[in-house]
């Protein structure tokens, strides 16, 4: 096998995976795509809910919230991953029964999740905020906890193992992962022309931030799961906390950082404009780099028990961490399109607004991240507003992007149509939560007070107008499947 | 109030940043025959941009770094020659507060804490707008300051999830005129 970087298609070990790599990216799409659907409708139930629209217990509520949110986090890391595989292993080698495993592994602890919450009444919250697991009220057994919480285990192992994977293959053509993320040309310690391309770049920040805190994560799961069978096996729950935020930030980060790798290789497509990475785009990477992982003490504001130069760095780095996404790749995005002749279609159409849903949404985050703000915002509905504003107008964007682009389903005329509904629901659903936080509506309520039904039932609308624009989508590239797979060609 | 200046401020810059994207994607159908002077005066553009953002982001902490609530903050120190300590502990799924009565122009000082599980201290004033909040944690006390400036019922909530009767975690502080 002779590698190239940046030019040649480095096939991987596909003779020892079961299916080829095409396979099992066209499985991840159809999996990811029907259960962001699944997780989607969860997430209405609970608007409508709210709204007082339909009737939903609360115990039965939380344990949708708790399914929807574990769902969302490890369903956008999954299609992020696809994203990823998909365009890195054109660059380095990469293992296909590594790719596979990892969605086995994903489906076998959805099923250990599924089962904690609809079988065994598990509503822990998807941040299993310790010591809630051990505290349900008499409303979930102990069996149920930790069947949500080896189910996480599961999955994140097989994470751990694909960037794990991943790594591998940077290591052996870049030999090492500053070199994989470019870190030379960013000091201008090299010529840019000779750096990694973006997709390598993107892929070997995300291998270190995820192998950190999955392995973080882990070690938090283990320790709740040992107090779950053993009470008396206590732990600082100030320190669990840091421990479970920084998992779950940098996991959901490393999402959208994965799926804009869609946006850089899709894109040029179509603007026939390459992306070219520059040395403010390496800088830029390395930056969040470090800033994905030190940031999360912005999740602990309200905290007062932390060290405040924690918290006041919290705020600091959320600041600066908006920088890189909007002057490097928003700015990336708009130059790459500004006057190219593009012909716009529902591929192109998500992946620029996938970029437009991610810088948008840092706005508001970077409002929530301040100390003095957050004192009166801090886990109103603002907070869902802000993350669903770069979660689904962004990184799901960028992912719709990428499932028609494969499936070739982008030019129809329905989806145009889906295209529109779900760019004006997704707005309307973020506003709605948005103004919700605005006048101080608490998150995660199954019951609202009649003066917060308004942003609930205008959230509600938003959100199916949401699902029906993804419902296109995602039918359309089923529907396709048979003839795509049969394809040999590489899109 | 600070949530109506937040939200105003954060749906304009939302809305311009749009408007760019929008303006954009409208303006891309027609093809500029030469990019490379374009693409120069654009990161000529961005460079710009990254020295107003510095100076907004080092003006803007500086302005807001001096308003923290910590009680061991100097502005926090500062709030008050004299508190009213009150006692808040929080469980599944009620609170405790010690006295719960207060006067209007009062400084309260809020210990926090929690018996089992992490809760969230929230306080709403007449018009259900949050004032104050602060995490109540097993193991620890938060230490929160707050003046009430108007008489009323202010309304206290939990905005950490703590379980199934979470939204029903709630209790009232009175607030008399001085």
Not at chain 2, 85 to 93: A, F, L, M, S
Not at chain 2, 97 to 125: C, M, R
Not at chain 2, 147 to 170: D, I, N, S, W
Request: hydrophobic share 55%; aromatic share 12%; with cysteine.
């Amino acid at each position: 096998m002779t590698i190239q970087a940046n030019e040649v298609t480095i096939r991987s070990d596909e003779g020892r995976s079961l299916i080829s790599a095409r396979a099992a990216v066209l499985a991840y799409l159809a999996v990811c795509g029907l259960v962001l659907l699944l997780m989607m409708l969860l997430g209405l139930t609970m608007r409508l809910a709210q709204a007082q629209w339909i009737t939903v217990q609360p115990d039965f509520f939380y344990v949708v919230m708790t399914m929807h949110g574990a769902g969302m986090v490890g369903i956008t890391g999954l299609a992020g991953a696809a994203v990823m595989w998909h365009f890195v292993r054109r660059y380095v080698p990469v293992s296909t029964a590594v790719f596979v495993t990892n969605l086995v592994f994903f489906l076998i602890g959805a099923a250990f999740i599924l089962g904690a919450g609809f079988l065994g009444g598990f509503a822990g919250g998807w941040t299993f905020l310790f010591p809630l697991p051990a505290h349900s009220g008499a409303l979930w057994s102990v069996n149920a906890a930790a069947s949500y919480m080896i189910g996480l285990l599961i999955i994140g192992t097989g994470f751990l193992l694909l960037h794990l994977d991943v790594a591998r293959g940077i290591l052996s053509v870049y030999g090492g992962l500053a070199s994989g993320l470019g870190v030379k040309q960013a000091f201008g310690l090299a010529p840019e022309k000779n750096g990694p391309p973006p997709a390598v770049t993107a892929s070997t920040m995300v291998s270190i931030v995820n192998i950190l805190g999955i392995l973080v994560g882990a070690a938090v799961l283990v320790i709740s799961l040992v107090n779950l069978y053993v009470p008396s096996f206590t732990f600082n729950a100030l320190l669990a906390k840091n421990l479970i935020y920084f998992f779950g930030h940098v996991f959901i980060n490393a999402t959208i950082y994965m799926a804009v790798i869609a946006v850089y290789e899709i894109l040029p497509v179509f603007t026939h404009r390459a992306w070219k990475a520059n040395r403010a785009f390496y800088f830029a990477w390395v930056l969040s780099t470090l800033m994905v992982l030190t940031v999360y003490p912005h999740h602990l504001l309200m905290d007062f028990a932390m060290p405040t130069w924690a918290l006041v760095a919290g705020q600091v780095i959320s600041w600066l961490s908006g920088l890189p996404v909007l002057l490097v790749t928003a700015f990336g995005a708009l130059t790459n399109v500004y006057r190219s002749g593009i012909k716009w279609n529902a591929t192109a159409g998500l992946a620029f607004l996938g970029v437009a849903g991610w810088a948008i949404g840092v706005i508001p985050a970077i409002a929530d991240g301040t100390i003095e703000i957050n004192s009166v915002m801090h886990n109103t509905q603002w907070v869902p507003g802000h993350f669903h504003t770069y979660l689904l107008l962004g990184m799901v964007a960028m992912f719709l992007s990428f499932v028609t682009y494969i499936g070739t389903t982008g030019s129809s005329a329905l989806a145009s149509v889906a295209f529109w509904l779900y760019t004006i629901g997704g707005s309307v659903f973020v506003l709605a939560f948005l103004s919700g936080g605005a006048v101080s509506v608490p998150r995660r309520y199954a019951v609202h007070l009649p003066e917060w039904l308004p942003y609930d039932r205008v959230g509600s609308v938003g959100a199916a107008l949401v699902i029906a624009g993804a419902l296109i989508f995602v039918l359309g590239f089923l529907a396709k499947l048979p003839s795509v797979s049969a394809s040999e060609s590489d899109a | 109030m600070i949530q109506e200046l937040v939200w105003a401020t954060s749906l304009t810059l939302m809305a311009v940043l749009a408007l760019v994207f929008i303006w954009v994607a409208f303006k891309a159908r027609i093809e500029l025959p030469d990019y490379g002077p374009a693409i120069a005066s654009a990161y000529q553009k961005r460079t710009w941009l990254f020295g107003l953002a510095m100076v907004i982001l080092i003006w803007a902490n500086y302005r807001t770094l001096s308003h923290l609530p910590y009680v061991s903050s100097s502005a926090a120190q500062g709030s008050a020659a004299t508190v009213q300590p009150v006692e808040v502990v929080g469980n599944q799924w009620s609170w405790t507060i010690t006295p719960s009565n207060l006067k209007a122009g009062q400084t309260a000082e809020f210990h926090v804490t929690s018996t089992d599980v992490n809760h969230g201290f929230a306080v709403y004033d007449p018009d259900m707008r949050i004032v104050a909040q602060t995490q109540a944690m097993p193991g620890y006390i938060n230490k929160l300051r707050y003046t009430f400036t108007k008489p009323g019922t202010y309304r206290v909530l939990c905005l950490e999830y703590c379980g199934v009767a979470h939204h029903q975690m709630a209790a009232d502080i009175t607030v008399a005129a001085r």
